[in-house]
Nanobody, 125 residues
Framework: VQLQASGGGLVQPGDSLRLSCADSGLASRAYVKGWFRQAPGKEREFVAAIGRSGSPTIYADDVKGRFTISRDNAKGTVSLQMSYLKPEDTAVYYC???????????????????WGQGTQVTVSS
């Protein structure tokens, strides 16, 4: 089982960026999927998660209203549309998946058994 994240890059404050994560070897619709990020010197933190059929969706408070998580089970992908990016959004972004998660666990990285390799997002002027 592999998760492959892509779409990171260097953008300016206020710009938008779309991350994507493709899975292989998963019955995609059986898995809850999430995005986490880790900035230099900081712990990994939750960004967003999405339920198996596309709902529910939950977000960290500091990205709510700016980021949108979505999924396409037919393609085995989960995406993170990021808008109004800020310098503090700079981090390595990781996608994650697991099938044994209930709603109360969506925000917890330890609940996810499968992780992508990470993609760097840098927001700087």
């Amino acid at each position: 089982v592999q998760l492959q994240a892509s779409g990171g890059g260097l953008v300016q404050p206020g710009d938008s960026l779309r991350l994507s994560c493709a899975d292989s070897g998963l019955a995609s619709r059986a898995y809850v999927k999430g995005w986490f990020r880790q900035a230099p010197g900081k712990e990994r933190e939750f960004v967003a998660a999405i339920g198996r059929s596309g709902s529910p969706t939950i977000y960290a408070d500091d990205v709510k209203g700016r980021f949108t998580i979505s999924r396409d089970n037919a393609k085995g992908t989960v995406s993170l549309q990021m808008s109004y990016l800020k310098p503090e959004d700079t981090a390595v972004y990781y996608c994650a998946a697991d099938r044994q998660i209930i709603l109360s666990e969506y925000r917890h990285g330890r609940s996810y058994g499968y992780w992508g390799q990470g993609t760097q997002v840098t927001v700087s002027s």
